[in-house]
């Protein structure tokens, strides 16, 4: 780490405990397309609802509506209390068809840098794939995932040839979204 470096150095398993508490309720975020369905009602139904970058989707009847920020429960329950106005008793159903606002982000020397959308249970050496894999020149002993928390940002060192020899396997902790995973390059030895 770097001389003055302010980042915490959280442990795997500190790390793994927060990702698991996150993905447990999933928030609806922009560009995340949605499904809703309104039971015996096609008209008002929609099969394919982007979310938009101001966190709001557009429903028959009712407008916009905003949707980002919410869960999936949260959205049908809204949805439902407004369609009351024209529908008896409606059955509202809300179904996160594509995620598309959960990033990571891998930098460095990877064959394809960037944003990568998130995929279920989604870790280290996953995003590192996704992104092409390492590159010759990769500092595959050296490579963090940053984290941003409440309490500042986190930084977690992955030792890939630990991680393939076996030693270490809980090093491979699972990424949340907005975690960024930075593969430097290798130190030359001279």
Same mark, same amino acid.
């Given at each position: 780490?770097?001389?003055?470096?302010?980042?915490?150095?959280?442990?795997?398993?500190?790390?793994?405990? %927060?990702?698991?508490?996150? &993905?447990?309720?999933? /928030?609806?975020?922009?560009?995340?397309?949605?499904?809703? /369905?309104?039971?015996?009602?096609?008209?008002?139904?929609?099969?394919?609802?982007?979310?938009?970058?101001?966190?709001?989707?557009?429903?028959? *009847?009712?407008?916009?509506?905003? @949707?980002?920020?919410?869960?999936?429960? &949260?959205?049908?329950?809204? *949805?439902?209390?407004?369609?009351?106005?024209?529908?008896?008793?409606?059955?509202?159903? /809300?179904?996160?068809?594509?995620?598309?606002?959960?990033?990571?982000? /891998?930098?460095?020397?990877?064959?394809?840098?960037?944003?990568?959308?998130? &995929?279920?249970?989604?870790?280290?050496?996953?995003?590192?794939?996704?992104?092409?894999?390492?590159?010759?020149? @990769?500092?595959?002993?050296?490579?963090?995932?940053?984290?941003?928390?409440?309490?500042?940002?986190?930084?977690?060192?992955?030792?890939?040839?630990?991680? %393939?020899?076996?030693?270490?396997?809980?090093?491979?902790?699972?990424?949340?979204?907005?975690?960024?995973?930075?593969?430097?390059?290798?130190?030359?030895?001279?």
């Amino acid at each position: 780490a770097c001389a003055g470096s302010t980042r915490q150095q959280p442990s795997a398993a500190q790390l793994e405990t %927060v990702a698991v508490e996150s &993905q447990e309720q999933y /928030v609806i975020g922009p560009r995340d397309v949605l499904t809703i /369905v309104v039971w015996k009602e096609p008209e008002l139904s929609v099969p394919r609802a982007e979310v938009r970058l101001d966190g709001k989707i557009s429903v028959p *009847l009712i407008d916009d509506v905003q @949707a980002a920020g919410l869960t999936p429960v &949260q959205l049908k329950e809204n *949805l439902t209390a407004k369609l009351k106005e024209y529908v008896t008793a409606p059955t509202v159903t /809300v179904v996160v068809a594509s995620v598309g606002s959960k990033l990571v982000y /891998v930098i460095g020397e990877v064959t394809r840098e960037g944003p990568i959308n998130m &995929q279920p249970d989604m870790r280290v050496l996953d995003a590192i794939g996704l992104a092409g894999g390492l590159n010759p020149f @990769a500092g595959r002993t050296r490579t963090k995932v940053i984290r941003s928390q409440g309490t500042g940002p986190a930084e977690f060192t992955f030792d890939y040839d630990r991680f %393939v020899d076996g030693e270490d396997l809980a090093q491979n902790i699972l990424l949340i979204p907005g975690d960024t995973v930075v593969v430097p390059e290798e130190r030359p030895f001279w």
